[in-house]
T-cell receptor, first 108, second 117 residues
Framework: QQPVQSPQAVILREGEDAVINCSSS?????VHWYRQKHGEAPVFLMI?????EQKGHEKISASFNEKKQQSSLYLTASQLSYSGTYFC?????????FGQGTRLTINP | DAMVIQNPRYQVTQFGKPVTLSCSQT?????MYWYQQKSSQAPKLLFH???????NEADTPDNFQSRRPNTSFCFLDIRSPGLGDAAMYLC????????????????FGPGTRLTVL
């Protein structure tokens, strides 16, 4: 079952904050976050495991709410380099199942 | 540096002419994946190998085949490419699969962009 990401697209000005959500209808064991810049391959950002922990990468952090079966990615004081499409991935029986992606555009 | 390499980066083929895409890894990971990604869409998993065990996705057309002759290499064969097969093809690896937490993290190659004329 594919996780659902929201919003589908975000446009920000440099320095603004954004939140990207990833929700699943199934119980989550972990959530992986990736970023893909235009014309490039997805790059792993971080993994969130059960327990509601938060992790960080640069000024990007994420949380995992096991009860809500949801993870959120927080981008603080966004930089131009944060532009791209963000995918969450949830663990299925034999593979990661990726959400449909959230396109983030940062304007100067 | 350990990495995932794909060749070629760009491939142009003619309608119906077989094509092979190559992926190699120096991570010594057990799992290798092939994804198809079309513009503005999420990567779509075609199949994966866990070691020598081949796992096909139910909706992957028969036109797509794969080979993994050893741990390091994996090939994607498109037997008769159609116009709808034009896409970015991504190879990825992970140490493990399923509910494996960090071991499930996938590392992607740069991709091969396939054009079908």
């Amino acid at each position: 079952q594919q996780p659902v990401q929201s919003p589908q697209a975000v446009i920000l000005r440099e320095g603004e904050d954004a939140v990207i959500n990833c929700s699943s209808s199934k119980a989550l064991y972990s959530v992986h976050w990736y970023r893909q810049k235009h014309g490039e391959a997805p790059v792993f950002l971080m993994i969130l495991l059960k327990g509601g922990e938060q992790k960080g990468h640069e000024k990007i952090s994420a949380s995992f709410n096991e009860k809500k079966q949801q993870s959120s990615l927080y981008l603080t004081a966004s930089q131009l380099s944060y532009s791209g499409t963000y995918f969450c991935g949830t663990e299925g029986a034999q593979k990661l199942v990726f959400g449909q992606g959230t396109r983030l555009t940062i304007n100067p | 540096d350990a990495m995932v390499i794909q060749n070629p980066r760009y491939q142009v083929t003619q309608f119906g002419k077989p094509v092979t895409l190559s992926c190699s890894q120096t991570l010594n990971h057990n799992v290798m994946y092939w994804y198809q990604q079309k513009s503005s869409q999420a990567p779509k998993l075609l199949f994966h190998y866990y070691d020598k065990d081949f796992n096909n996705e139910a909706d992957t057309p028969d036109n797509f085949q794969s080979r993994r002759p050893n741990t390091s290499f994996c090939f994607l064969d498109i037997r008769s490419p159609g116009l709808g097969d034009a896409a970015m093809y991504l190879c990825a690896t992970s140490r493990d699969r399923g509910r494996a937490g960090p071991l499930n993290t996938q590392y992607f190659g740069p991709g091969t962009r396939l054009t079908v004329l």
